[in-house]
């Protein structure tokens, strides 16, 4: 079974997480769980609109019927009561909204991660990665300049791995290196 819907739809989440930060955060974040409260600040109402219409995008797109469009009290409503404990049936999505808080915090390294976990197994995963320089990704025969940061990782059962620039560029399929000697190898 493919999950090319839910590859985009997960995708099109991880990508919008926030651009690269220009320096340090020097604000304090709460670090309680989110609730439909926090989207219900002025300063939320973009990521609650972009949120509302990524739902109702997938929806459409998953082939669900008699599912009205919904609206962003619906959501609000959803993610309050969005408390599965996951389990081995089902469809359940797991998100970590800011994986490396305190490189979030100081503007450097972090990623957000998103899967899905189909009767109880990882069916496909994205990680978003919006600090990280580009070129520090090796990737043959492709031209980056030293400046561009931002990227996405994807894998999908069956299919492989493969990474793109957070501007949604042509996805490269990554592999693993023949190296022997580990001292010489690499992540990327």
Not at 1 to 19: E, V
Not at 109 to 119: G, M, P, S
Not at 159 to 178: E, F, I, N, P
Request: glycine share 10%.
């Amino acid at each position: 079974m493919f999950y090319d819907r839910q590859l985009a739809a997960a995708k099109k989440a991880a990508s919008l997480a926030p651009r690269p930060l220009p320096g340090p955060v020097s604000f304090l974040l709460d670090f309680s769980d989110s609730t439909q409260e926090d989207l219900r600040k002025e300063e939320a109402q973009g990521t609650l609109k972009r949120i509302t219409e990524l739902v109702n995008e997938t929806l459409s797109s998953d082939g669900m019927t008699g599912v009205l469009p919904l609206s962003e009290e619906d959501v609000l409503v959803a993610i309050d009561n969005g408390k599965s404990e996951g389990g081995p049936r089902g469809q359940h999505w797991v998100l970590d909204p800011i994986d490396g808080t305190k490189g979030f915090l100081r503007g450097d390294q972090y990623a957000i991660a998103l899967a899905l976990l189909d009767e109880g197994k990882v069916v496909l995963g994205v990680l978003a990665c919006p600090n990280l320089p580009l070129a520090s990704v090796v990737i043959h025969n492709q031209h980056i300049s030293k400046d561009e940061v931002g990227c996405l990782f994807f894998a999908q059962v069956g299919t492989g791995t493969y990474m793109q620039s957070l501007d949604g560029s042509k996805a490269t399929k990554l592999h693993v290196c023949a190296t022997e000697n580990l001292e010489e190898a690499s992540f990327f």
